[in-house]
């Protein structure tokens, strides 16, 4: 406008304003928007509390009168309800029995149960450089997904004085067999004469076990495959390892002719001919094979167990899964399933696993499963207390550190911790040469471990070392293991849907004082894929959970810092992130409160002076603490009182409400409502607010966001009629969500 300078009229900011709006308009480019969130009712529990001695004799009953029955039981009773004690009830009544745990560290636990009840039960043996004096051998084979016993042990000098495999027979000849969940898939002749299978936690896995391989993954076992059949060609082929490897070739390149051609996100079925008669020992063939191979050209295991799989027609289903991933890139894995087999005319299956589903297990088995548990629920004697708080995979250690140190700060007087998280927070915060957590901290910590680690599931002493567990993330599993896990389950149109949104959850709950509230995740907005997302992530959680053994009188309280809904109550408290040097000052802050409070004044604040004095505050130079004392006031840990004077602000939700409304200049409602804060950042706040007005029950939710500077502008609207507003200066405000108006 300035540029063409019309005839008529002079040139005024307003048509300068529209001009640049209309051209802004032109040019714009229209972006998609985030999905409106999916909002979820509350997980509440069914039926009516029981007690635990009550449920426990209905277990004992449950198990007695199944006793020379076959067919599959499902036991889903919470973690520390009795169900393991009353299946090694069951156990003594069968001369015969196979008892399955996720690792060896359970087995060998589960095994000294068993003993001390009376039962004559023994375990396979894990295989390490004690037992096994071919031990860089047996672990190239088991490392290619090979069983040892068929590949390294046929021809070992060392068979006859091994340790190994004299375990073994011990094990195989016992009355009462203990094994992990490995022992039972590798091989399901394991179960072969027993008349009682146990399978203590993840069962689904057990009986429809499946695999996940990369595309390079199958690239390098093609690679492998031609260049061994090469070489049995050119030599004297006499145990028929050529036809093998050709086979192994077709199935490769069929794999990879359908990865080729399949561009779009979605699942690709992979047919494979009925392959000819291949040799019985077509794993020690192989394994011979790769002896003369380069071990730097190992092949993954995954990819040559699907592929021997592939070859022998051995297998459910066979599919390429593309999807996209959160960056744009399309990412491809084959998946390959089978059924573990089953004689359930002649052997009893009793199932434990608080977070078992019936549907699941009989699409997984196609045998009718009968639900054990008992009706109504259990009452806690212990709290389970969830901080709505994202943790991911991908977060940093450090960071993860200080969210530990600040939930620590709300429970000083807990002073032995159990820890369970990701594998890369754990690690890094645990590693002896890492400075991630401070000696003091690290000293509470008696026991951690990280996700499908194994103790997480199935160990039962958590609460005898630990006062207090907390659990720090979300396993949440990628796109392809969602799509696999609707594969297993029977949903294949879910599992076609190529690009499922991915976007806000919004979950009803309650606070720790019984009020209602919503809380905010992260999941998938269609309702199948969300289902099963969800099944992954709570079974984790709530096995995780289960460790502190709340339901008993010696059990433990557990802390839960996760945007996951799981049923448990929400602290509404902010998590201050603490970093060392923040920890350290509020530590001596919280002493210097000590002596102020006892003292004649009993004064609630404490001083510079009195800090700078302190012990641990020696060596420091008083910048560096002034400088640390401002980051705590700027991050809410402390309030600044006076001149040189600070108090600690261990605040309830109550008190969170009253600072906002000093901050922000909310106008007193008519009638005084309960506040409950539900979640909260240093700028954000989501309140809710019940009360009643005219006669008239109300509840009101509100997302408050205020700066810091708008907080002198506060002033009332004599007009207003909103249960609760704010008004502030136009200048000052960034964006204002008040009350809204329902009179």
Same mark, same amino acid.
């Given at each position: ?43 509440? !529990? =069914? ?11 209905? +277990? @004992?009953? &449950? %198990?007695?009168?199944? *006793? ?53 039960? !023994? =375990? ?11 031990? +860089? @051998?047996? &672990? %190239?084979?088991?490392? *290619? ?599």
């Amino acid at each position: 406008i300035l540029q063409t300078k019309p005839q008529s009229g002079r040139i005024t900011e307003a048509k300068v304003g529209e001009a640049f709006v209309t051209s802004l308009i032109e040019d714009a480019e229209a972006f998609a928007g985030s999905p409106a969130p999916i909002k979820e009712k509350a997980i509440k !529990t =069914s039926g009516e509390a029981r007690d635990l001695e009550e449920w426990r004799d209905e +277990i @004992e009953q &449950s %198990r007695m009168s199944a *006793a020379f029955t076959t067919g599959i039981q499902l036991d889903r009773s919470p973690t520390g309800s009795g169900k393991t004690f009353a299946t090694t009830e069951l156990t003594k009544v069968y001369e015969k029995s196979l008892t399955v745990l996720p690792t060896h560290a359970n087995v060998l636990e589960r095994v000294q149960d068993m003993q001390g009840a009376g039962i004559n039960a !023994t =375990s396979y043996p894990e295989l390490s450089e004690t037992n096994c004096q071919n031990f +860089i @051998e047996a &672990s %190239r084979a088991r490392k *290619a997904g090979l069983q040892v016993a068929s590949t390294v042990c046929t021809g070992c000098p060392f068979r006859d004085s091994c340790d190994y495999q004299n375990a073994m027979k011990i094990a195989e000849k016992s009355p009462h067999k203990v094994g992990t969940h490995e022992r039972l898939i590798r091989s399901p002749s394991a179960a072969d004469n027993c008349e009682l299978v146990v399978i203590d936690e993840n069962p689904f896995g057990v009986l429809s076990p499946s695999l996940i391989a990369s595309v390079r993954g199958i690239e390098r076992v093609s690679e492998l495959a031609h260049r061994i059949r090469t070489r049995s060609l050119q030599n004297e082929d006499k145990d028929g390892g050529a036809v093998f490897f050709d086979l192994m070739v077709q199935a490769c390149d069929e794999m990879l002719s359908v990865c080729a051609e399949s561009n779009e996100a979605g699942r690709y079925e992979i047919h494979m001919p009925t392959p000819p008669d291949i040799p019985s020992n077509y794993q020690r063939i192989l394994w011979r094979a790769l002896q003369r191979n380069d071990p730097r050209y190992d092949p993954r295991s995954e990819a040559l167990q699907m592929v021997m799989r592939a070859v022998r027609h051995d297998f459910l289903r066979l599919e390429l899964l593309v999807d996209n991933s959160k960056s744009g890139q399309q990412e491809k894995t084959f998946f390959c399933s089978w059924k573990t087999p089953t004689d359930t005319e002649k052997k009893l299956y009793q199932l434990l696993d608080a977070t078992g589903n019936i549907d699941q297990l009989h699409s997984a088995t196609g045998e009718d499963v009968v639900d054990c548990t008992p009706q109504g629920h259990l009452k806690r004697k212990h709290p389970i207390t969830q901080f709505p708080e994202p943790i991911t995979c991908g977060m940093k250690p450090n960071t993860v550190a200080r969210i530990l140190r600040g939930v620590l700060e709300k429970y000083p007087e807990k002073k032995r911790i159990g820890l369970i998280g990701h594998q890369g927070h754990i690690k890094h915060m645990m590693s002896e040469s890492s400075r991630i957590l401070d000696d003091e901290t690290r000293k509470k910590i008696k026991k951690y471990c990280y996700y499908w680690q194994g103790p997480e599931r199935a160990s039962n002493d958590w609460h005898k070392e630990c006062d207090v567990l907390i659990v720090l993330g979300t396993s949440r599993p990628p796109t392809s293991t969602v799509r696999q896990h609707l594969l297993l389950t029977g949903n294949e149109e879910a599992a076609s849907n190529g690009s499922p949104v991915w976007g806000e959850i919004q979950w009803e709950s309650q606070t720790t004082e019984g009020v209602a509230c919503m809380s905010k995740g992260y999941g998938y907005h269609d309702p199948d894929w969300r289902e099963a997302h969800q099944a992954i992530c709570r079974t984790q959680l709530l096995q995780s959970i289960g460790r502190a053994r709340s339901l008993l009188e010696e059990g433990i309280p557990c802390i839960l810092v996760a945007d996951e809904p799981v049923g448990a109550d929400i602290d509404t408290r902010p998590i201050y992130r603490l970093s060392q040097a923040i920890q350290k000052l509020v530590d001596v802050i919280r002493e210097c409160l000590l002596s102020a409070i006892s003292n004649p004044n009993n004064e609630k604040w404490t001083s510079t002076h009195s800090i700078l004095a302190h012990p641990d505050m020696a060596g420091l130079a008083r910048s560096s603490v002034m400088k640390q004392l401002k980051y705590a006031v700027d991050d809410g840990i402390l309030r600044k009182v006076g001149r040189g004077r600070y108090e600690l602000l261990n605040k309830t939700a109550e008190q969170i409400v009253l600072d906002i409304e000093y901050k922000a200049g909310l106008i007193k409602p008519l009638e005084e409502p309960k506040h409950t804060v539900s979640t909260s950042t240093e700028d954000t706040v989501h309140i809710t607010a019940s009360g009643t007005t005219e006669g008239q029950e109300y509840t009101e939710n509100c997302k408050m966001e205020f700066p810091v500077e708008a907080t002198k502008q506060g002033k009332s609207d004599p007009k207003s009629t909103n249960k609760q507003a704010a008004i502030w200066d136009e200048k000052s405000i960034r964006q204002l969500n008040p009350w809204r108006d329902t009179s």
